[in-house]
């Protein structure tokens, strides 16, 4: 494959490069939710009982959470545009052993396969974007790896209602195929290949304690979400990723090169965004979890209905790429993380008011109001997140940016099916009502609304885009 020359002017010319990235990580998060939707029919074809279709999710999140910690040193060791395109190739091939699967055992291999790629995806796919965008165009090109997290999550389930009533669940995995191949050649085609960096060996030990703290923190944090395990099981396995994550310290201390670099904390604009990253995270992973509860299981709506109405927040967040860029421009990053946290935690906070005599239009608006907020802020923490990053450290931010998220994701929502649980023991009962998921959803704008203390902070730590007043 010939290299595509480098240049200022080649990152000037289109936004191909972030859009191709883009949508190759909304297809991995697309299919990993419309899975959801899919397990009772699968427990059904493959004579399996309910319970353990949770192993076609867990070990997904499992393979997930042990790959993110190497995924930076791979890409700057083999060059990030041939690992990216070995993740794709391979989540291709492991999303036709899950279409052709026979037994929940082959199934299971699959998804494995698939955490594994999955885990490679996003950080390579931000390697690539920091070495292609000038700081000043940063921005306007991480609002294109935005837009996966974001709408992935809400039109998954909606794909996978619609693929497995008119259809099968095999095609949840069967439409992956053309995409992925189409996504390698527009890769190949137009995704500059940067040469690879000198870096050191791979930290084996860094990897293990890392890996292996973020694969018990995960698992155990989605276990006791999903109730897959005693909560004695899931507490303990939650208590030794800690202690990984101790061990892990104490090695980075005495290893110079370890594997995650944890000497990024010392640079205010990426601790701070990681730090207020991590508040608004937890406030908003677990609401489309909560929002499915609220509308299908306590206000009866259908989940078709549901899912069109959910994706109204998914429009709100496509729409808002148009207005990054102008927005940070009038107000800087830290006033528009600060008040923009502020928007989003009234966007869910409203959503604790729906309910049966509510209108649909009034939902509907609610919600695509939340996404666009949600998604400028996702966007914004995207870009300062890495503004006073070195280049030849960027790799390791991507890769650690990642864990962060993924573990905070899993704590949201483990955090959210905890507290239901509780509050339905305490009133006598063993099913969720509308005031837990209020209670809940109240606790999910607290704290978004709290990460605005931290973003507020970011003052004189993150300069606005060229062209701006400042401060």
């Known amino acids: 494959m010939s290299a595509i020359p480098v240049t200022l002017a080649t990152a000037e010319q289109s936004p191909k490069v972030p859009v191709i990235i883009g949508a190759a990580l909304f ?3 697309l299919d990993s939710t419309a899975v959801m939707t899919a397990l009772p029919k699968m427990a059904e074809d493959l004579g399996e009982p309910g319970l353990r279709m949770n192993l076609v999710v867990s070990l997904y999140v499992l393979a997930l959470a042990l790959f993110v910690p190497v995924s930076g040193w791979a890409a700057e060791r083999f060059r990030p545009r041939r690992v990216l395109l070995l993740a794709m190739g391979m989540f291709t091939v492991a999303s036709l052993v899950c279409a052709l699967a026979d037994t929940l ?4 291999l699959g ?4 955490g594994a790629c999955a885990a490679l995806m996003t950080p390579v796919g931000q390697v690539i974007i920091l070495r292609w965008s000038s700081r000043e165009q940063l921005l306007q090109a991480m609002s294109w790896l935005a837009l996966p997290a974001l709408v992935g999550p809400l039109v998954g389930p909606l794909l996978g209602g619609v693929l497995v009533t008119y259809l099968s669940w095999q ?12 996504g390698c050649w527009l890769i190949v085609r137009h995704v500059p290949d940067f040469p690879a960096r000198q870096v050191p060996p791979l930290d084996k030990r860094g990897l293990l304690l890392g890996g292996g703290a973020l694969a018990l923190l995960v698992f155990g944090f989605d276990s006791l979400a999903q109730g897959e395990l005693p909560r004695l099981l899931a507490g303990g396995l939650i208590v030794g990723g800690g202690l990984l994550v101790l061990g892990y310290v104490i090695h980075a201390r005495r290893h110079r090169d370890s594997l995650i670099d944890l000497g990024l904390f010392r640079l205010p604009g990426f601790r701070l965004s990681q730090a207020g990253g991590a508040l608004f995270r937890l406030g908003t992973s677990a609401q489309p979890f909560l929002l499915v509860l609220l509308l299908q299981n306590c206000l009866g709506m259908t989940p078709l209905a549901a899912g069109w109405l959910v994706v109204c927040g998914g429009v709100g967040a496509l729409l808002i790429k148009l207005l990054a860029v102008p927005l940070v421009r009038r107000f800087g990053y830290r006033r528009l993380l600060t008040a923009n946290a502020l928007l989003s935690a009234l966007g869910i906070a409203l959503c604790a008011s729906f309910n049966r005599e509510m209108a649909g239009w ?19 923490m995207g870009a300062v997140t890495y503004l006073d990053v070195p280049l030849e450290r960027s790799a390791a931010a991507s890769s650690l940016s990642a864990m962060a998220g993924q573990l905070v994701m899993s704590v949201s929502v483990s955090m959210a099916g905890v507290l239901l649980g509780l509050l339905a023991s305490l009133d006598g009962r063993s099913e969720t009502s509308v005031g837990d998921i209020v209670v809940v959803l109240l606790l999910c704008a607290l704290s978004c609304a709290a990460s605005s203390v931290v973003f507020y902070r ?13 401060e």
């Open 27 to 29: 297809m991995e998060l």
């Open 105 to 108: 055992l082959e199934l299971c």
């Open 171 to 182: 095609w949840i995995f069967f439409i992956n195929l053309p995409i992925c191949l189409f």
């Open 458 to 470: 970011l003052a004189n730590t993150a300069q606005p885009l060229k062209g701006d007043k400042g």
């Open 111 to 114: 998804r494995m396969v698939q």
């Open 362 to 380: 009034l939902m509907a608006l609610i919600l695509f109001s939340a996404g666009l907020a949600r998604s400028l802020q996702f966007t914004t």
